[in-house]
């Protein structure tokens, strides 16, 4: 009995290979889309959680929309979003990238919008205050997929909250004396 090395298993290894390569190709798009989905998802729940701390913050009817705007984008930096430098003025700012837009709005309790949106000067209690918060999605991406997605596609949340400003409360200081 005589061994001899069986032509077929070389051959069938480079075509193994070459399988492989071929479903690399067509596999690879797939996982890094559903990598890039992960991350929007991610994004996604990252800017609700600093939409969320700024209107409850806001909420309390002693932080100014300056304030607020700098607790978002603190937020945000401290939870991996390393391209996000600054708050955007405007829609149009925020274009340029690498800032987020957060607007915060006073509704009193007839749904009219109050001043300029300072909670700490317009708002009183039980006075609506919508906090909305906007990034850029190529400021959060991990792949190129604005390749694929339009370049002005943004990640928003927007929170509702009620003011539990404080009531003053007059407090008679006088012992009375029977």
């Known amino acids: 009995m005589r061994l001899q090395p069986d032509r077929r298993t070389t051959r069938r290894t480079a075509a193994a290979a070459v399988e492989f390569a071929?479903?690399?190709i067509i596999l690879m798009p797939f996982l890094v889309g559903i990598w890039e989905v992960g991350r929007l998802v991610n994004a996604y729940q990252e800017v609700m959680n600093a939409t969320?701390?700024?209107g409850r913050q806001a909420a309390t009817g002693i932080k100014?929309?300056?304030q607020i705007q700098q607790i978002v984008l603190t937020h945000l930096?401290?939870?991996g979003f390393s391209k996000?430098?600054?708050v955007a003025s405007d829609a149009t700012d925020l274009l340029g990238g690498g800032k987020v837009l957060v607007t915060v709005s006073v509704y009193d309790k007839n749904g009219t919008q109050?001043?300029?949106g300072d909670p700490k000067v317009d708002a009183k209690q039980m006075y609506k205050i919508e906090v909305t918060v906007t990034v850029l999605y190529k400021d959060i991406?991990?792949?190129p997929t604005s390749f694929f997605l339009q370049p002005a596609y943004n990640v928003t949340a927007t929170v509702d909250w009620n003011c539990?400003?404080?009531i003053p409360l007059a407090v008679n200081d006088v012992i009375p004396l029977y």
């Open 164 to 166: 539990m400003r404080d």
């Open 77 to 79: 930096q401290n939870n």
């Open 22 to 24: 071929v479903v690399l």
């Open 64 to 66: 100014t929309t300056a």
């Open 84 to 86: 996000i430098k600054s």
């Open 141 to 143: 991406e991990y792949s």
């Open 114 to 116: 109050i001043g300029n």
């Open 52 to 54: 969320r701390e700024s």
